[in-house]
T-cell receptor, first 108, second 118 residues
Framework: GIQVEQSPPDLILQEGANSTLRCNFSDSVNNLQWFHQNPWGQLINLFYIPSGTKQNGRLSATTVATERYSLLYISSSQTTDSGVYFCAVGYNNNDMRFGAGTRLTVKP | EAGVTQFPSHSVIEKGQTVTLRCDPISGHDNLYWYRRVMGKEIKFLLHFVKESKQDESGMPNNRFLAERTGGTYSTLKVQPAELEDSGVYFC????????????????FGPGTRLTVL
């Protein structure tokens, strides 16, 4: 099956700093999503981005499908950005494979 | 438009008891998925419904887990009897049908049900 690797596993930032999270995957996909799991355990869909670049406020994401990786950028981080960020990939409407996540801690 | 909803948000039961989790997908979504995250590990797929049919249940851990989707609408996931290692967060997601014009494969996730087995 598809392998998904996320890096770094843990990231600690000061408020206001920028960060880049990476997701590598082992096979062709046509579904890639980034999620933020908040402190209450809820999964929040950030981006559906099988290819290209999207931006939403302080967050942006880029997927280079041919090179099998995706990046999530967080600019001017805030304490509310803390939590675990998951990358998940899939093909058509099959199940999605999740990475192990990046745990982000933003300190005030 | 209402998102995916799950009930209950949190359930605490004793080992050996039965628990039933419910998921209401986004209206009109044929695809419904169950995932879970146990013991701080990565989120793993459990099964996939297309309408009322089980498309893929390869992720179901054992026969203590039973999923149903009555009439292709809401779905239930029953754990009977529950074991300590079943503790975790159970997520449901839904997506539009494949091949629909203008459709997308985006899976919309519910808020999850946190299951604690004591």
């Amino acid at each position: 099956g598809i392998q998904v690797e996320q890096s770094p596993p843990d990231l600690i930032l000061q408020e206001g700093a920028n960060s880049t999270l990476r997701c590598n995957f082992s096979d062709s996909v046509n579904n890639l999503q980034w999620f933020h799991q908040n402190p209450w355990g809820q999964l929040i869909n950030l981006f559906y981005i099988p290819s290209g670049t999207k931006q939403n406020g302080r967050l942006s994401a880029t997927t280079v499908a041919t090179e099998r990786y995706s990046l999530l950028y967080i600019s001017s981080s805030q304490t509310t950005d803390s939590g675990v960020y998951f990358c998940a990939v899939g093909y058509n409407n099959n199940d999605m494979r999740f990475g192990a996540g990046t745990r982000l801690t933003v300190k005030p | 438009e209402a998102g995916v909803t799950q009930f209950p948000s949190h359930s605490v039961i004793e080992k050996g008891q039965t628990v039933t989790l419910r998921c209401d997908p986004i209206s009109g979504h044929d695809n419904l998925y169950w995932y879970r995250r146990v013991m701080g590990k990565e989120i793993k797929f459990l099964l996939h419904f297309v309408k009322e049919s089980k498309q893929d249940e390869s992720g179901m851990p054992n026969n203590r887990f039973l999923a149903e989707r009555t009439g292709g609408t809401y779905s239930t996931l029953k754990v009977q009897p529950a074991e300590l290692e079943d503790s975790g967060v159970y997520f449901c997601a839904s997506s539009q049908e494949t091949g629909r014009v203008g459709g997308t494969d985006t899976q919309y996730f519910g808020p999850g049900t946190r299951l604690t087995v004591l």
